[in-house]
């Protein structure tokens, strides 16, 4: 995307510097990084990187509207609903896909959003650790909004730690040493410190909630919870788990970010935004004329994640076996640009822009990013398999 850029890298790369960098990437916490990292990051040019953080401040406008919170009531399920809901989210992503518009040119379309945290503490290590072994210019950072690495995890702290001793937050997962992202969680240790905690080890007494400290060996009241569990994961494990405690209870604890606000920004919020850089997005049980070009269309559920249910090729018979329409969203396709210059074919690539929101704060802040790329159909490892200069990477945006 920085021609100048992309072709210097390529011609400098060599598969021995990229080994000897997984090498020691993988050095940290051995065995804990199980997706594949990119042979290379992204270059953004400040001309793209305004469009991108100008449509992510326009549905910023959104989720910050008064009435937000009244939009997105249905968007929970009343199985989920937790009590105790704070005001705003503490975590946002966008992610979008680079495409190319009937002009020709660049431009993002954002392909879903969360409000929900994402690799937010990996994404410091893995770019300060590629800088040294490949040339990455010093006016160019995978973060945003001003921030540099010692500002960013002061906030991520204040954030995720808030004014509570160390040892009374917890990070809150289904058999987190067991998650592909386990890497992330163990970062977040490294930075914050903070312990990793499953669900099925809560210990609970009344409406207060405990764990055993890994250090004291004591168990200990937990008084704020970094939360990373998401409820249609753990319908999927509950018969393998045992017993475990029911977060939909009225417990004494602070969630960071609440659970409700995975479900308030995500696919459901999208109909909802009207912006050149969002893709016209339909509730499908409020459509009152199909599309004839429904091949231009994707067909997404609303509960799920991770890619699960979405149909890509979509039919009539698709449609006609959805029987509550209320919970699927017809979301017009975007293409994404065969971008990326690698030694073989182009890579097509999906950056997620991913913001902080402090308490008292009137909006969420934009500070980091990752990006994936692929040569498949869609992004994600079962369309890459067997494919190289694709998987995780970061994108160092021209400062």
């Known amino acids: 995307m920085v021609p100048a850029l992309r072709k210097a890298f390529n011609a400098a790369f060599t598969q021995q510097q990229y080994e000897a960098f997984l090498k020691d990437l993988n050095s940290l916490h051995p065995g804990a990084i199980e997706f594949r990292i990119a042979e290379t990051p992204v270059f953004i040019p400040k001309d793209f990187g305004k469009k991108i953080i100008d449509a992510c401040e326009a549905i910023v406008d959104l989720i910050v509207d008064p009435d937000f919170k009244k939009l997105t009531d249905r968007a929970i399920p009343k199985t989920d609903n937790v009590p105790n809901e704070n005001e705003h989210t503490h975590f946002i992503a966008f992610d979008f896909g680079v495409c190319i518009n009937e002009e020709g040119l660049l431009e993002p379309q954002l392909i879903e959003l969360q409000g929900f945290p ?31 690495k010692e500002s960013y995890l002061k906030d991520l702290k204040e954030v995720i730690v808030g004014n509570e001793p160390v040892e009374n937050v917890i990070l809150l997962e289904i058999k987190p040493h067991e998650q592909k992202t386990r890497i992330d969680f163990y970062c977040t240790q490294d930075y914050l410190g903070i312990q990793l905690v499953c669900i099925t080890d809560l210990i609970q007494e009344g409406e207060k909630l405990f ?17 990373r569990i998401i409820f249609d994961d753990l319908y999927t494990q509950k018969d393998s788990l045992g017993n475990f405690v029911d977060i939909t209870q009225d417990l004494d604890v602070e969630w960071i970010p609440h659970p409700n606000w995975f479900y308030r920004i995500s696919k459901f919020t999208m109909p909802f935004i009207h912006h050149p850089f969002v893709p016209k997005t339909f509730f499908l049980n409020e459509i009152k004329q199909i599309p004839s070009d429904l091949e231009n269309f994707v067909l997404k559920p609303l509960f799920s994640f991770a890619g699960q249910g979405v149909v890509i090729d979509v ?8 029987k509550d329409p209320e919970n699927w969203i017809l979301q017009q396709k975007v293409k994404y640009a065969d971008i990326i210059e690698t030694p073989d074919i182009p890579a097509k690539v999906e950056i997620r822009m991913m913001y902080i929101w402090k308490d008292g704060d009137a909006r969420p802040k934009l500070a980091i990013n990752l990006s994936r790329m692929s040569k498949g159909k869609m992004i994600g490892v079962r369309y890459n398999k067997d494919k190289e200069w694709v998987g995780g990477n970061v994108c160092y945006f021209d400062r």
């Open 211 to 227: 764990y055993i400290n890994e250090k004291t060996k004591k168990k200990t009241e937990i008084k704020r919870i970094y939360n």
């Open 315 to 322: 039919t009539q018979t698709d449609l006609d076996k959805i």
């Open 118 to 148: 994402t690799l937010f503490a990996f994404q410091v290590y893995y770019p300060d650790l590629l800088r040294k072994y490949f040339s990455i210019p010093d006016n160019y950072s995978q973060y945003l909004n001003g921030y540099y």
